[in-house]
């Protein structure tokens, strides 16, 4: 299972299992959804915005642990940021997940290299980062990512 | 002539490593394997006989046109219906299903009819009957499902078919659920009210045996590639009197008798729902694909599909948190779903795939059973004349392992 070992490493294991800033936020003024209809992985995002910053920010959904650990994840670096920073951030796990290649940076996000050599896996993996970008445009749409194989 | 003893070995595709283990196929339910026989006629029908069909004047025309309507009467007689007339080619289940909803339902449907569904029903015995309820004013019902144990609420079928219910669609075997349904007994209570049976065939077709007559169903559909034939092929079985009586579904050339500019005039069934030039190559394997079925045995078929499915059924039960769908005893055809409560799907299937184990995970196409029963999906293991005892264990042993390894232990 070593393939398998790398995509599913402790930290991603364990966001599955202790799922970070999980649950709705009723202090949100911007909400978004994610939804890949065809394998069934769900995320709401619920931002509350701050000026340019993104002072809090919580998660809800279901599905596999890869993109359930990813949205969890994905509410750690981004609480915070600016917009213009979470755009950044989520063009490096872009990177990341369809490269293969670690950030210079250690950091937990490194743990998702291994999604990589699982292109099925790449759009699990970009979902609740991707309502997370609608969410801070207001885009009404709900995000989906099934087309991302690259 | 196939044998149950050395059934494995007519079938090239299971002889392969994945992720250097020996292939473990058990998503039938999805697509079965070919057997050599199959892929042989397909590659000597091309090499050999390849011309279109429609009764030209030519020597391979000829020869094409035999193998072509020869495998349309060899289907016929697969289900025992009166005539090769009633057999009507199609690219599948969804296909035949979308041409009786248009071509039937578009002239004999209208505002207060009820088309009866079940809960159990895959999307394309559902959507096709959206779109048709939509056009004609129908309205849609369902016959619920009872919960985890995945059998039709039988009891509730005196309050749904009232009449009101022109038209009772319903599945013959769930793909989900593995449930068999008294495909008899539900197409008298339709006749009894006057209302038209159509029978989603795609997991029966190549398990069970199928009678029309003794089923005493309108419609029957079904396609090739669940029953060891080529893509893109599969049948609808129509009453006469009711394919008679219905409009084409699509225009186009060998479905007329004749055209002038303005208007034309049909052929009769089977040509009349067969526009264009047909997919005659693959039409052969499905010929083929029933003389195969039938040298195994469909009764030893569906007998070697229930012990699977049984035993499955029997052997994952005892791993811990699982969550199985469908009938514990009774009738149950050869395929199993589960649900572990903090593993999903998608996870299950992918590590079953690096243990060389072939699954499905999702919804599988019955969304409104999986909102039914607080799912967002299921892992499915689906299995067929050359899959083994041994198998089962394998994905045991394989599952005991995904669920050590997420459990953290």
Redesign the interface.
């Given at each position: 299972?070593s393939?398998?070992s790398d995509l599913?490493q402790q930290v991603i294991?364990d966001h599955n299992?202790r799922p970070r800033n999980r649950g709705k936020l009723p202090s949100a003024n911007r909400v978004a959804h994610g939804d890949n209809p065809?394998?069934?992985?769900?995320c709401d995002v619920y931002l509350r915005v701050d000026g340019d910053r993104i002072a809090e920010i919580s998660f809800d959904g279901?599905?596999?642990?890869?993109s359930q650990a990813s949205a969890s994840l994905m509410t750690t670096q981004l609480k915070g940021k600016t917009a213009a920073e979470a755009e950044k951030l989520y063009g490096q796990f872009h990177d990341i997940v369809t490269t293969g290649k670690e950030p210079e940076e250690i950091s937990d996000v490194g743990a998702f290299a291994g999604v990589h050599a699982?292109p099925a896996?790449i759009k699990?993996a970009t979902l609740g980062w991707h309502a997370a970008l609608n969410a801070l445009k207001g885009d009404p749409v709900p995000a989906t990512t099934e087309s991302h194989t690259d | 002539m196939p044998t149950w003893s050395t059934v494995r070995d007519d079938f090239p595709a299971l002889h392969q490593q994945v992720n250097g283990r020996p292939l473990v196929y058990l998503d039938n339910a999805a697509t079965t394997q070919r057997p050599r026989a199959v892929i042989d006629a397909l590659s000597r029908f091309y090499e050999r006989d390849n011309a279109n069909v429609h009764r030209g004047l030519h020597a391979l025309s000829m020869r094409a046109t035999d193998a072509f309507e020869g495998a349309r009467a060899r289907v016929a007689k697969f289900v025992n219906a009166a005539a090769p007339e009633e057999i009507i080619f199609t690219r599948g289940t969804t296909e035949s299903i979308n041409l009786v909803a248009a071509s039937w339902g578009g002239v004999n449907l209208k505002a207060g009819d009820v088309i009866l569904l079940t809960e159990m029903e895959h999307h394309s015995n559902l959507v096709p009957w959206q779109l048709i309820a939509k056009r004609t004013g129908a309205k849609l019902r369902y016959l619920p499902v009872t919960g985890d144990e995945g059998l039709l609420d039988l009891a509730q079928l005196d309050r749904v078919l009232t009449p009101e219910v022109k038209v009772f669609a319903f599945t013959h075997l769930s793909n989900t659920l593995g449930t068999i349904n008294p495909a008899a007994e539900l197409c008298a209570r339709a006749r009894k009210l006057g209302a038209v049976s159509v029978v989603d065939g795609a997991q029966s077709i190549g398990h069970l045996p199928v009678d029309v007559q003794a089923l005493g169903c309108d419609f029957y559909a079904f396609s090739g590639h669940k029953m060891g034939a080529a893509t893109g092929i599969g049948a609808l079985y129509g009453r006469r009197a009711l394919l008679d009586a219905m409009p084409p579904y699509q225009g186009g050339g060998g479905m007329i008798s004749n055209v002038d500019f303005y208007e034309s005039r049909w052929k009769p069934s089977p040509e009349r729902f067969e526009a264009g030039t047909p997919n005659f190559a693959d039409a052969v394997t499905l010929g083929v694909a029933c003389d195969y079925l039938d040298a195994l045995g469909r009764d030893t078929i569906a007998r070697h599909d229930a012990d699977l499915g049984r035993l499955a059924y029997e052997k994952l039960s005892v791993l811990p948190g699982i969550r199985l769908l469908g009938p514990k005893a009774g009738d149950r055809g050869g395929l199993v779903s589960f649900a572990f409560k903090d593993v999903h799907a998608h996870d299950i299937v992918t590590f079953a795939d690096e243990d060389g184990i072939a699954l499905r995970g999702g919804h599988h196409c019955n969304q409104p059973l999986m909102k039914k029963l607080g799912l967002t999906g299921t892992t499915r293991a689906s299995f067929y004349v050359y899959n083994t005892p041994e198998e089962i264990d394998v994905l045991v042993a394989s599952l005991r392992r995904i669920l050590k390894f997420f459990s953290g232990a």
């Open positions: 299972m393939d398998l599913y294991l299992r065809t394998c069934g992985d769900q279901s599905g596999c642990a890869i699982f896996r699990c | -």
